[in-house]
């Protein structure tokens, strides 16, 4: 069945579901008349709801510290050193796709699989506007908040964090 964009229009006693543009329009033409037809309703993502929740990432970001420790295989304890830390002689970076990953995952928003080891590896699911709709993309969100507060910005509550993205990154509620 045809997939199309509707939006919903306010009449003098009701509502009703219209087609958004032109080409729905003769998407919508060509559906029976008079015969009852199932209809799944998706959100269309709000893609200046998804620029906040990046300004919210990358300003928990700049604030992160990596734990300083040990680090396994390495050697030496992260932190002793002026050097910057190793892993297998690979230097040891802030990694801000990685950090949007892990907050995800934290978030409950991950697909477990196994490894060839047989460990479960976790794949933070996709935030794309194909793969996640506007209702779940704002449970990620209220989420994100969370783990960022428990995790990064101990200080913040949710709602001084919620105000400081608004403000400092020029966004509105």
């Not at 959100?43 to 906040?52: A, E, G, L, P, S």
Request: net charge negative; charged share 25%; with cysteine.
């Amino acid at each position: 069945m045809a997939e199309f964009f509707v939006q919903k229009v306010k009449s003098a006693t009701s509502y009703a579901l219209m087609p958004a543009h032109v080409s729905d329009l003769e998407a919508v033409k060509k559906l029976p008349a008079h015969q009852p037809i199932r209809v799944k309703v998706t959100r269309i993502r709000n893609v200046d709801h998804h620029r906040k929740y990046f300004a919210l990432l990358n300003y928990a970001f700049d604030v992160w510290e990596p734990p300083i420790g040990f680090v396994t295989g390495g050697g030496a304890p992260m932190g002793t050193d002026p050097m910057p830390p190793y892993y297998h002689g690979v230097e040891i970076e802030k990694n801000f796709d990685r950090f949007r990953k892990d907050i995800a995952i934290l978030c409950g928003f991950y697909e477990a699989s196994y490894r060839l080891n047989g460990e479960v590896r976790l794949q933070a699911k996709s935030i794309s506007f194909a793969s996640m709709d506007q209702d779940e993309f704002e449970q990620l969100y209220d989420k994100t908040i969370d783990v960022i507060v428990k995790h990064v910005l101990k200080s913040y509550s949710g709602d001084e964090l919620r105000n400081v993205v608004d403000q400092v990154m020029e966004f509105d509620s």
